[in-house]
Structures are given as structure tokens and as C-alpha cells.
């Protein structure tokens, strides 16, 4: 129950934003660094850490201009799944391409046990026209995520290079 | 716009709902096992030149770490064997049946395999003895049994099968139906007082029975079991 009215506060929160754009995208992420207090870490070159479901919700795609971003990830990595709130900024460097930060905050899902989640997120993003609409946007960037009841169970924090594709819902401003 | 983002966010909500998983509670190391982590895998190594290993699938949105008390258990701290266990994506074991091929290959000097599972764990371990028979001498299922399109009556492995008396996740039903799937010299074994969640440690778990016995009992006489099959 409380998990139910959390996520909805999230997603209140989320419309809040006069947002002129909305995308969906997949993401994945691929682990450099794990940090565990509690046992030896064996690590082999970079290492799939999971991946997710991501919904944004921003102002709109504008040069030169901070603009500003919201959303909600559903994200699964080695400590479990995840819902975790997206709070950014982004800006276009030039038509196409532009960079984006992001602050993470959410719970670790677990049964009648939720966990707080927090992290932060910047990336490089290219976006590709279809019909000379800005339609599908490719993200590359880095991350590093927390969870602070994991620190006496195994691995507690990453850092990934995360990677992502998004559906771009509604036109660009220029 | 707004109906949109409504259907994702009721999507989203909906697949929240059913990806809980169970958050393992906190285990104290024992000294005399070294434990080392992967990405992919827990390895309990307990300093002995290891020449049998166990490969363990997790139940059902079970974190892997809920078994380390079963593995690193003082009972198997001098014996020849090696556990790994295995983490599987969005703790579903579902999603990566086959990986125990992956970890024998990683472990060519280990000689004889088993595989182990607890709940859907153990019905993948079946499904992947079923898809490399080859592989295992063994196979060690606790409160689990295959799924119907699994058929290893003519494998030439042994099975263990252990369930909880209390167990009313996986009934007894469900064991007997289930036994012409399995070879005929399986042994059948149920712990008196047990429960379903009693095999790992992570609370208690939706719907199961009580466990009459404590946790940490439950576990000692599940490793007793499985040692006494391995050696």
C-alpha cells in the first residue's frame, strides 16, 4: 500500500511539469565499478548489471537552453528491482546531439522491506529524426547508484555505463 | 499527452507490483569459508582443494545472498566441494536456466557437478540438467519439482528431493505428481516441521506454513541431507 501511494505521489509529481515532450526507452547497464564491504569482488572486463524501463517527461528539446526533465525508471540490477525518480537537465550542443544529468532517488523493491536508492546520472544523447521529427533518442553516458540496506548484505553501490533508446512523444521546439 | 503517460505509468505501477522480491537478511560470515563475488555469481570456497562442486539456482525473487547460511555452513567447512550460486536476472531463475554451463566452464577443475535449486530454482536446475544432461552427476531439489515439459526418468544422475513438512507453497501433491518426471532411484525426503522458506534465509515468506523448527535448524538438517547424498 504505501509503495502504491509513493509511486503515485511520484507520478503526481511527475505531471506537475509543463512537459511538451514525453519519451519511453530501454535501457541497459554495464558495470566498471562494484563496491562491497563484506566480501571479495571478482571482476571481468565491463559485466551486464541490468537494465529497465524509463518514462521522461521534459519541457522540451531546445540549443542552448537549460531544459529542464522528470520521469520515473523501473530498473532491475544485481541487488534486485527498483522504482526510481529521474530529476535533470539537459541541453542541445547542437541540432542533434546534447547532454543530460540527472539525479536518483527510489526504492529498492522488496517484500513489506523497501530500500532507499539514490544515485546520480550524466550522458551524452543523439537525437535522430523520422519524418523530420526529432523521434528516437540514443543515450551513452555514466552512472553511479547506492543502496544503503545492502551495505551488510553484498554489493551496495555501481558504477555503470548506462545505455538506453527512447520513443520520443511529441515535437521539438526550436 | 497526459493519457500517455497515464497507460505508462499504470503499466509501470502494474509490473511494480508483481517484482518485489524478498531482501536476504544480514548473515554473519564464518571464518573458515572465503567468499567472493561476480557479477553473475557468489562463490563459497572453504580453503579445501575442491573437487566436487554444487551450482544453486535461488527461488522465485530470492536474492542469492538468502543462501549463503546454507553454504557456508560450519557442516561443510572440510569437505571437498565448492558452491556457487547464482544470480539471476530480476531473481528469476526462469530468465537464465542454462547459466550453471557457464560456471562449469569457469571451473574446469572441479571433476564431479551438481545442481542445486530451491522452489522455481529447482525446477530450473531440472529444465537445465533436461537440456545438458551431461553435465551433472547430480541433482539436489528443495521444495521443488520439474515442470511438465521436463522429463529426466532416463538420466543416469541421482536426485535428492527435500520439502518441508509445513510447506504449503509446494504441497506434496505436487512432489508425487511429479515423481514419474524424475528417475526412479530419487530420493524422496521431507524434514518434520520445515516450511518453504526455511531452506534460505529471508524472513517469511507469503502464504507458506509455519516452521516449527528455527531457521537456522531447518538449514543444518537440509546441509546434513545434501552432504550425506554428495559424499
Known amino acids: 500500500m504505501i509503495r502504491a501511494i509513493l509511486i503515485c505521489m511520484l507520478f503526481i509529481f511527475c505531471m506537475k511539469v509543463n512537459s511538451q515532450s514525453f519519451d519511453v526507452g530501454i535501457m541497459s547497464f554495464l558495470n566498471i ?102 523521434r528516437v533518442k540514443l543515450n551513452l553516458g555514466l552512472r553511479f547508484t547506492q543502496n544503503t540496506k545492502y551495505k551488510t548484505i553484498g554489493n551496495f553501490s555501481f558504477v555503470d555505463l548506462p545505455i538506453s533508446i527512447c520513443w520520443l512523444f511529441g515535437n521539438r521546439i526550436d | 499527452m497526459f493519457k500517455k503517460g497515464c497507460f505508462f505509468v499504470g503499466l509501470l505501477l502494474c509490473i511494480t507490483h508483481f517484482s518485489c522480491s524478498y531482501l536476504p537478511e544480514t548473515f554473519e ?39 549463503l547460511p546454507l553454504f557456508s555452513n560450519t557442516l561443510m567447512a572440510n569437505l571437498s566441494v565448492k558452491s556457487v550460486l547464482v544470480k539471476m536476472p530480476l531473481n528469476l531463475a526462469v530468465f537464465d536456466a542454462n547459466e550453471a554451463q557457464y560456471v562449469i566452464e569457469t571451473y ?25 544432461p551431461s553435465l551433472f552427476n547430480g541433482m539436489i531439489l528443495m521444495a521443488a519439482y520439474p515442470a511438465n515439459s521436463v522429463d529426466l526418468s532416463n538420466w543416469a544422475g541421482n536426485v535428492l528431493s527435500v520439502r518441508g513438512s509445513n510447506d504449503l507453497l509446494t504441497q506434496q501433491k505436487d512432489i508425487d505428481d511429479t515423481k ?8 524422496f525426503t521431507t524434514i518434520n516441521g520445515g516450511n518453504h522458506a526455511g531452506f534460505g534465509q529471508y524472513g517469511v515468506q507469503s502464504k507458506d506454513g509455519e516452521n516449527e523448527l528455527s531457521n537456522p535448524s531447518q538449514i543444518d538438517i537440509t546441509v546434513e541431507k545434501m552432504i550425506n547424498f554428495i559424499l
Request: charged share 15%; net charge negative.
Open chain 1, 33 to 134: 565499478v562494484t563496491n562491497n564491504k563484506l566480501y571479495e569482488v571478482e571482476k571481468d572486463g565491463l559485466t551486464l548489471n541490468g537494465g529497465g524501463l524509463k518514462f521522461n517527461f521534459q519541457q522540451a528539446y531546445q540549443q542552448s537552453t537549460c531544459n529542464y526533465n522528470i520521469g520515473l525508471e523501473l530498473s532491475f540490477n544485481d541487488w534486485g528491482n527498483q522504482i526510481l525518480s529521474r530529476l535533470g537537465a539537459n541541453t542541445l550542443l547542437n541540432n542533434q546531439i546534447g547532454i543530460n544529468i540527472i539525479l536518483l532517488n527510489g526504492l529498492a523493491l522488496y517484500v513489506d522491506n523497501l530500500a532507499y536508492v539514490f544515485g546520480a546520472e550524466a550522458s551524452v544523447f543523439y537525437l535522430i529524426k523520422i519524418k523530420n521529427i526529432d
Open chain 2, 29 to 67: 560470515p564464518v571464518d573458515s569459508f572465503s567468499i567472493t563475488e561476480t557479477q553473475k555469481y557468489i562463490e563459497v570456497d572453504n580453503g579445501q582443494k575442491a573437487t566436487t562442486g554444487i551450482i544453486f539456482y535461488p527461488g522465485g525473487l530470492v536474492d542469492a545472498h538468502a543462501y
Open chain 2, 108 to 132: 574446469p577443475e572441479i571433476e564431479r557437478w551438481f545442481i542445486a535449486g530451491h522452489s522455481l530454482g529447482g525446477a530450473m536446475a531440472c529444465t537445465a540438467v533436461n537440456n545438458s
Open chain 2, 180 to 187: 514419474k518426471q524424475l528417475p526412479a532411484n530419487t530420493q
